[in-house]
């Protein structure tokens, strides 16, 4: 369930139809929408699964960044995670 700031509430387990009502109140989950949009497109399913993945690649990236790890090196680290996953 969700409530705008127009007090309109939204009832839903559509992955989609969240993200797409959260990023009109505010606009950084657009990745996560366009990750949920081409999951559907292309697999039809496992929409939960990929916000799931998703959410936790950035906690974890915050917590690297605040420890001081740089971004560029965190997306390297999850570029080589990326090639070994596809062995």
């Given at each position: 369930?969700?409530v705008?700031?127009?007090?309109?509430?939204?009832?839903?387990?559509?992955?989609?139809?969240?993200?797409?009502?959260l990023?009109?109140m505010?606009?950084?989950?657009?990745?996560l929408?366009?990750?949920?949009?081409?999951?559907?497109?292309?697999?039809?399913?496992?929409?939960?699964s990929?916000v799931?993945v998703?959410?936790?690649?950035?906690?974890?990236a915050?917590?690297?960044?605040?420890n001081?790890?740089?971004p560029?090196?965190?997306i390297?680290?999850?570029r080589?995670?990326?090639?070994?996953?596809?062995?």
């Open positions: 369930m969700l705008d700031d127009s007090g309109d509430v939204t009832i839903t387990n559509d992955d989609v139809t969240i993200l797409k009502i990023i009109s505010r606009p950084q989950p657009q990745v929408v366009e990750l949920v949009e081409l999951q559907d497109r292309e697999v039809g399913d496992g929409t939960t990929v799931i998703a959410a936790e690649l950035v906690k974890r915050n917590d690297l960044v605040r001081k790890i740089h560029t090196s965190i390297g680290g999850y080589i995670a990326s090639r070994e996953a596809h062995r």
